[in-house]
């Protein structure tokens, strides 16, 4: 059974915390990211994909999620220990040498949930592509799940992926990006606009959505369930989810400050004040 409303919610609070203490214990990491899409991967986890118990790279008969932008990677962790594939007690080791739980995600340490390397941007969607393919020539009717950052696609791999994906019609694919107009250096219109991005990916022959509430549980249910229902159609779809970077910690919002900067002692409480346990801390 799907847990309801208030059961997201407690799980997207708890979530909220592993990721401050996750990156105040080592002094390092991507909270305003993470914090910023704690809602979407919650959703995806919990509710909108179809998964099978336990973990395999072949990813057959359900559905796959890729992260690309893998710098947030302190909520992907968190999503996933929480949602069973290893223990919540292993969030204690992120980023301490010879961990599992590298700064950036890996393969080779075999992480179950873990299906790409994505320290470097930009080509989350290419594999992804790959998998949605493979699906179809396995005639595996399950959907391919993609996250990428608005300033990742100033990268242009992505563009390629893009035009690929509307060419081969690749209707198995929903490519979400995190919309929240920031990055490490300041605002995504300072470092490099890019003016409409709907109209970009419009002009690549996708379908496009956009989620307006990227942090409501309830607009992003319902924005992504209207993006299955636009699958299968001869086109991938993208979903343009306007988020608020650090979301849940107010001293975060409204400011890239805390794309790549921890916490320091009286921070961390501050925001756990504001992010009070729900489900128990790791």
């Given amino acids: 059974m799907k847990p309801n409303t ?3 919610n407690d799980l997207t609070i708890q979530v909220r915390r592993d990721i401050l203490r996750m990156v105040h214990a080592v002094n ?5 990211g993470s914090l910023g899409c704690t809602e979407f991967l919650v959703a995806l986890y919990q509710n909108l994909m179809e998964r099978k118990e336990g973990f395999d790279m072949d990813g057959i008969g359900e559905d ?6 893998g710098h947030i990677s302190p909520v992907f962790y968190s999503v996933l220990a929480r949602s069973g594939y290893f223990p919540v007690s292993e969030l204690t080791t992120f980023r301490l040498i ?3 739980l590298q700064g950036h995600p890996t393969t080779h340490d075999n992480l179950p949930g873990v299906r ?7 080509q989350g969607l290419s594999v992804a592509i790959g998998a949605a393919q493979a699906k179809k020539l396995n005639k595996d009717n399950h959907l391919i799940y993609t996250l990428h950052g608005d300033g990742e696609l100033q990268e242009g791999q992505n563009w390629e992926a893009i035009m690929y994906a509307s060419a081969k019609k690749v209707d198995n694919l929903i490519a979400t990006v995190d919309l929240n107009g920031k990055q490490i250096d300041g605002t995504t219109d300072e470092v490099l606009a890019m003016g409409s991005i709907r109209a970009k990916f419009e002009a690549f022959d996708w379908d496009v959505i956009d989620i ?3 942090n409501n549980l309830e607009a992003i249910l319902a924005g992504m369930n ?3 229902s636009r699958t299968g159609k001869g086109k991938p779809v993208c979903v343009l989810l306007h988020t608020e970077m650090g979301n849940g910690v107010d001293y975060m919002m409204h400011t890239h400050a805390w794309h790549g900067k921890a916490p320091n002692d009286a921070q961390l409480e501050n925001a756990l004040g504001q992010n009070q346990s729900t489900l128990g801390d790791y």
């Fill in 212 to 214: 307006k509430e990227g």
């Fill in 64 to 69: 796959l999620f890729f992260l690309s932008n």
């Fill in 116 to 122: 790409i390397a994505s320290g470097s941007l930009g």
């Fill in 28 to 32: 390092s990491g991507h909270p305003g």
């Fill in 98 to 100: 010879n961990t599992r």
């Fill in 6 to 8: 208030q059961q997201l």
């Fill in 226 to 228: 209207e993006a299955k």
